[in-house]
């Protein structure tokens, strides 16, 4: 089992800033790409951003392309989602998953095998 602990989240203006941070436990952090996902009120959840074990691939959901990055650091365990020029559409409770290296990045949710349970963010306009 892998333990996924989201923070970071909360109520921002338009064009402010955040970052997300998605603590790992339980087995090897570094066996895992790591995703991140968002929900909305009444909206399906959507792929946000992910990463490869070693940091070295990422991919970005274009909405977000040029204002989100990815990071991650395997030795505190810890995947993060900066987000800047915040808007009003990427209201949700944003969500980290893991998905075994092996099995390579995906922008699937259901292809991750675990997930954190999830961190609200509000921007306000």
């Known amino acids: 089992q892998v333990q996924l602990v989201e923070s970071g989240g909360g109520l921002v203006q338009a064009g402010g800033s955040l970052r997300l941070s998605c603590a790992a436990s339980?087995?090897?952090?570094?066996?895992?790409?790591m995703g991140w996902f968002r929900q909305a009120p009444g909206k399906e959840r959507e792929f946000v951003a992910a990463?490869?074990?070693?940091?070295?691939?990422?991919y970005y959901i274009d909405s977000v392309k040029g204002r989100f990055t990815i990071s991650r650091e395997n030795t505190k365990n810890t995947v993060y989602l900066q987000m800047n020029s915040l808007k009003p559409e990427d209201t949700a409770v944003y969500h980290c998953?893991?998905?075994?290296?092996?099995?390579?990045?995906?922008?699937?949710?259901?292809?991750?095998?675990?997930w954190g349970q999830g961190t609200q963010v509000t921007v306000s306009s």
């Open positions: 990463i490869s074990w070693s940091g070295g691939v990422t």
């Open positions: 339980g087995r090897t952090f570094s066996n895992y790409g």
């Open positions: 998953a893991a998905r075994q290296r092996e099995l390579g990045l995906s922008r699937v949710g259901s292809q991750y095998e675990f």
